[in-house]
């Protein structure tokens, strides 16, 4: 009988990632005590590295106003105008995520209402969005570099 030999898991710095979420969530709070719903979720690879378990390797936050899915229903959208989130509502909060998020390791990604936007944005000069614009959802999807 061949004995196999197994490969001793790498060492993730959970610490780190979990003071990550921590900072994530910190920063959303504003956005919280405003009455906003806010969702942080870590979407896991499903590729291991080095027989490793899988890493974390991407999160998404979604903001939303209560009562208001995570998706649209288009014929009550139209018609429910309370759901509305103003751009000016969440830029700072944004822009504070978006900024933190690229000076520790990360990219980040964007989406009003399900259509990607903001492309190339990594700093609050690079927002230059009017405060009157408006959507239902917004997304941010953010990945390591």
Same mark, same amino acid.
């Given at each position: 009988m061949k004995i196999k030999n197994f490969k001793q898991?790498?060492?993730?710095?959970w610490n780190s990632e979990n003071e990550f979420v921590h900072d994530l969530e910190d920063i959303?709070? &504003?956005l919280k005590d405003e009455g906003m719903l806010v969702d942080i979720r870590l979407n896991r690879s499903t590729?291991?590295?080095n027989h490793s378990v899988a890493k974390p390797s991407e999160y998404e936050?979604?903001?939303?106003?209560? /009562?208001?899915? /995570?998706f649209i229903n288009v014929v009550t959208a139209y018609t429910d105008?309370?759901?509305?989130i103003e751009w000016s509502e969440i830029k700072d909060t944004v822009?504070?995520?978006?900024?933190?998020?690229?000076?520790? /390791?990360?990219?980040v990604r964007f989406w009003a209402d399900g259509t990607e936007f903001l492309t190339g944005?990594?700093?609050? &000069?690079?927002?230059?969005?009017?405060d009157g614009i408006t959507q239902f959802s917004f997304r941010m999807l953010i990945t390591r570099l």
């Open positions: 898991f790498e060492s993730t710095d959303t709070l &504003e590729r291991t590295d936050i979604r903001i939303n106003k209560p /009562g208001k899915p /995570g105008r309370t759901s509305l822009i504070r995520l978006t900024e933190y998020c690229y000076e520790n /390791g990360w990219s944005c990594k700093k609050e &000069e690079d927002f230059t969005l009017g």
